[in-house]
């Protein structure tokens, strides 16, 4: 049967991009919009009309990661106008309520929000957006999954058991809703010590790789744990932009080239 008689919604494509591809995590606090914010950063920087949608309601990053803020302007159609920064265009729940988040809102209220940012942004023309959702696998992934045409997910992780297992819940939620898996990401695996020059994984060093070849997903890249990219993030300016021949920079690159 069709989607719609068997009362779920219509999946609609995001007007004027031709592809999107979701970034996801089943934990917060792994990584997932620096990875988001970099590869839509490294889409760009290969030559393609690049964006980023920042569907994380409660905790949007994305304006800190691109140095951006203040309120988006609306077309001549009454749709909301990204903001742009390093040749990225970009749209978040942030921009929309400043600082203060919106964390009593109910749930209406959120699924009137994702729609807007769903639906009801002027793109004028992408390549590639990269979605940056929100931590987990509960209702507004769904809700994202069943409402978008997704060209893919990526599913990003640290290498420790626990966060491992929950990630096994993002590849079965994709797998669920027919979105294809581009593969998993993993991140703050090794640590170089910028004194002394050792590596240490802290949180062990094959995590990914076995959870990858269990489960039948590639693993797109291995981003190290390191204070710089940190120190990026934080001043606005990410490391595929501050730093692109760097490693780190390099293994954002290598990751969106797979893509
Ligand atoms: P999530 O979106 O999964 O909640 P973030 O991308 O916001 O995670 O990252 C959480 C914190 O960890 C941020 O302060 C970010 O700068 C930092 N971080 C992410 N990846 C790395 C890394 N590979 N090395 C060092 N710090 C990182």
């Known amino acids: 049967l069709p989607r719609r008689q068997r009362g779920l919604p219509e999946r609609r494509n ?19 919009s620096t990875i988001a914010v970099n590869l839509a950063l490294a889409f760009a920087r290969q030559g393609h009309r690049s964006g980023v949608l920042d ?33 990225v265009k970009s749209m978040s729940m942030g921009y929309l309520v400043g600082e203060q988040a919106p964390v009593v809102w109910r749930g209406l209220m959120v699924m009137k929000a994702l729609q807007q940012l769903l639906h009801e942004v002027e793109w004028g023309g992408l390549d590639v957006l ?12 769904l809700t994202i999954t069943q409402q978008v045409k997704l060209d893919g997910a990526v599913v990003v992780s640290t290498p420790q058991d626990i966060a491992l297992k929950d990630a096994v ?34 949180f062990g060093s094959e995590g990914v790789a076995r959870t990858c070849e269990s489960h039948g997903v590639d693993l797109l890249g291995d981003i190290p744990l390191d204070a710089r990219i940190c120190d990026d993030a934080d001043r606005g300016k990410p490391t595929v932009v ?3 021949e760097s490693v780190r920079g390099e293994a954002f690159m290598g990751i969106a080239e797979k893509i």
Not at 14 to 32: F, H, N, Q, T, W
Not at 55 to 84: V, Y
Not at 130 to 141: C, I, N, R, Y
């Open 55 to 87: 569907t994380d309601i409660f905790g949007p990053s994305i304006p800190t990661l691109l140095n951006l803020s203040g309120e988006p302007r609306l077309s001549a159609n009454n749709q909301l106008l990204p903001l742009s920064n390093y040749g």
């Open 169 to 202: 819940k993002g590849i079965s939620m994709f797998r669920k809703v027919s979105v294809p898996i581009l593969g998993m990401v993993q991140n703050m695996s090794v640590f170089n010590c910028p004194n002394c020059g050792h590596s240490t994984h802290i």
């Open 14 to 32: 995001i007007r004027d991009v031709r592809k999107v591809i979701a970034v996801s995590s089943a934990k917060g606090g792994v990584g997932k």
């Open 130 to 141: 990269v979605l940056d959702l929100p931590p987990g696998t509960g209702d507004t992934q």
């Open 242 to 244: 501050a730093e692109p």
